[in-house]
């Protein structure tokens, strides 16, 4: 008998998933999505659109800039820090931009017009301190910072960064490029994992056993359980059949990389999440190809539902959102 404390939920429970629609818009695709800890979902979308649904409430609010630049641009990376948003488009020029909660009006905080400027992803862990990740200019990956909960950014040195290859990126599939656990922080490129131990400052580089033969293969997603146990996800979209060695596990914390799965995983997915308070063992994967679900950390996987979504996230260990071309939805775990 172990003593040890047990999941409060455990997804071997889940035989089903239950779909309700949010917010759809035929021509929208939606790639940035969050929700906090009130239950306010925040997304950015294409053609400069942005906004804010309130789960308790159903109070939404849709937003487009007005900058005519704006409209043509992707927003695909997003987060939350203290009293607002940002998000930042992806492509150049890069528009970064924090929306406060207190007028809801956007202010443009950040632009950088190199024409190879990309931005994949954002991600903040706590109110002040958060960070945005783009594709490879003057030999190393782009990274920039902000301490002060989005109201300025700075770009960190190629110094304090590995060398990239040459046209290094990542891809801005479901903003979930970067993970964050205490003061560790992993970001995935399309072929490496790069991690820090210092919120930023400095960098070391794995390079894990995924499938990278095209152009369209590598890693889209990666996310954390703890500051050891980790997972990635990718394939090829062009061939989202392909199930082998797209699908990684860590367990010392991104020091090492191993495939699991090969020829049984879910094949192309862009979004991966452990699914709360389980122990590491529940994970939720999603593309336009599908919804699968693990209950063994991976090893095996089902297939829950045929909808298609580009990223997702969990409000409780069995309920939560996701996001794609056309709106928005919520999902319960049954």
């Given amino acids: 008998?172990?003593?040890?404390?047990?999941?409060?939920?455990?997804?071997?429970?889940?035989?089903?998933?239950?779909?309700?629609?949010?917010?759809?818009?035929?021509?929208i695709s939606i790639r940035a999505l969050e929700i906090d800890k009130s239950g306010m979902i925040a997304y950015a979308a294409?053609?400069?659109?942005?906004?804010?649904?309130?789960?308790?409430s159903d109070i939404q609010k849709h937003e487009q800039l007005t900058d005519s630049i704006a409209q043509t641009?992707?927003?695909?990376?997003?987060?939350?820090?203290?009293?607002?948003?940002?998000?930042?488009?992806?492509?150049?020029?890069?528009?970064?931009?924090?929306v406060s909660y207190s007028n809801w009006e956007p202010k443009l905080v950040y632009t950088e017009e190199a024409e190879e400027t990309f931005y994949d992803s954002m991600h903040f862990w706590d109110d002040k301190n958060g960070i945005a990740f783009g594709d490879a200019m003057n030999g190393c990956m782009s990274v920039l910072k902000t301490?002060?909960?989005?109201?300025?950014?700075?770009?960190?040195?190629?110094?304090?960064?590995?060398?990239?290859?040459?046209h290094e990126g990542a891809f801005a599939a479901s903003d979930t490029n970067i993970e964050v656990v205490g003061n560790n922080i992993w970001l995935a490129s399309r072929s490496k994992i790069y991690h820090s131990k210092d919120a930023g400052e400095s960098w070391t580089v794995q390079f894990p056993p995924i499938v990278q033969d095209e152009a369209t293969q590598g890693i889209y997603s990666?996310?954390?359980?703890?500051?050891?146990?980790?997972?990635?996800?990718?394939?090829?979209?062009?061939?989202?059949?392909?199930?082998?060695?797209?699908?990684?596990?860590?367990?010392?914390?991104g020091r090492h990389w191993y495939s699991i799965a090969s020829a049984t995983s879910p094949g192309y997915r862009s979004c991966i999440q452990f699914i709360p308070d389980t122990h590491g063992r529940g994970l939720l994967a999603v593309g336009f190809a599908g919804i699968n679900i693990s209950m063994d950390g991976g090893e095996t996987w089902r297939q829950l539902s045929d909808q298609s979504a580009y990223t997702v996230r969990f409000q409780s260990p069995t309920k939560g959102v996701f996001a794609g071309k056309g709106g928005i939805w919520s999902f319960t775990l049954n």
């Fill in 147 to 166: 301490e002060n909960g989005g109201e300025t950014w700075r770009k960190i040195s190629c110094k304090n960064f590995p060398p990239a290859y040459d």
């Fill in 73 to 98: 641009m992707e927003f695909r990376g997003l987060s939350f820090s203290k009293l607002g948003v940002n998000f930042i488009s992806a492509g150049s020029p890069a528009l970064l931009y924090k």
């Fill in 46 to 56: 294409n053609t400069g659109r942005y906004g804010f649904i309130d789960v308790e």
């Fill in 222 to 253: 990666v996310d954390f359980h703890s500051d050891k146990i980790g997972v990635a996800i990718g394939g090829d979209y062009t061939t989202p059949e392909l199930n082998e060695e797209n699908l990684l596990f860590t367990a010392t914390g």
């Fill in 1 to 27: 008998m172990s003593c040890a404390q047990q999941p409060k939920f455990l997804p071997t429970n889940v035989s089903a998933i239950t779909i309700e629609p949010l917010y759809l818009e035929e021509d």
